[in-house]
């Protein structure tokens, strides 16, 4: 036991030896070339180039500075020497310029992130009016579309006559109807009613339904005006029509009816009785 614990004394104070000779054998270098390299590594100077030459006869005897920088020496250090300022850290230096870079970057990230949550909020505000069962709830549909598109849901869907198509008189209707006009109006009609219809009961972007909207109202429109003409233009030419045929020689006289002889007499008589 006390041979152990002897043996186990020599070996502390054996590594504590150790230990302390080998803190005494650490020396700091401080080679002033490897400084001027670290210098020229970052942003102090540029230069200082060392080990410097020594000439003794007008020739160089430096060993270390012929195979570091003289002839001795890599081509790629006598270029390194010879060549541009490439220190990365001075004001136009390369890593410098990656600063700049990312500070121009992180501020480019920071508008995207800007624009990205604007996109999102309007998104956001938009899918209220995603679904049509808040469609009467837009402040466009209630203070313009609503107003404008009334007459679409106030006009019948398969009129019959023509006070429903809202023309003059019954023999415009007919006129209109006989020519196939009518027929082309309905189908124009559906179509118009139909878009509307998907317009109001479709789920789809707040923007895409007031193009419905607006797309709407500029066919009804178009159908109004044409509706319009159509009903002017005949009742034009049906006045035309009973114009000539009132002026033509061969029409008779609204009030005519066929008499006799003695009724024809009779009225010669009386209409010139006052004259003799």
Do not use: C
Not at 50 to 69: D, E, H, I, M, S
Not at 218 to 245: G, M, S
């Amino acid at each position: 036991m006390e041979n152990l614990l002897i043996k186990l004394i020599r070996l502390h104070l054996l590594l504590v030896v150790t230990a302390v000779s080998a803190q005494l054998s650490v020396k700091r270098l401080n080679d002033p070339a490897i400084v001027a390299q670290h210098k020229r590594m970052v942003f102090e100077s540029w230069g200082d180039w060392r080990p410097y030459p020594k000439y003794f006869l007008g020739v160089q005897t430096n060993f270390a500075y012929a195979t570091v920088w003289g002839m001795w020496a890599p081509k790629i250090n006598r270029d390194y020497k010879d060549g541009d300022d490439i220190r990365p850290l001075k004001p136009t230096g390369v890593q410098n310029q990656r600063f700049a870079q990312l500070k121009y970057e992180e501020e480019e990230a920071k508008k995207i992130k800007a624009a990205s949550d604007t996109i999102y909020k309007r998104s956001v505000q938009d899918f209220a009016h995603w679904t049509s069962a808040t469609v009467d709830a837009d402040p466009l549909w209630l203070l313009y579309y609503k107003r404008m598109l009334k007459p679409i849901t106030e006009f019948p869907n398969t009129p019959q006559n023509f006070m429903e198509w809202r023309l003059k008189d019954q023999q415009t209707y007919e006129t209109l109807n006989s020519i196939g006009t009518l027929k082309r109006l309905q189908e124009e009609l559906d179509m118009i009613k139909e878009k509307y219809s998907m317009s109001r009961s479709m789920d789809m972007p707040r923007g895409k339904r007031f193009l419905m909207y607006h797309e709407t109202l500029l066919r009804w429109r178009k159908f109004a005006q044409e509706l319009r003409k159509h009903n002017n233009k005949t009742t034009l030419l049906l006045d035309y029509k009973n114009i000539l045929k009132n002026h033509s020689p061969y029409a008779l006289p609204t009030a005519w009816s066929p008499a006799s002889d003695r009724q024809v007499v009779q009225n010669i008589m009386l209409k010139y009785k006052n004259r003799y």
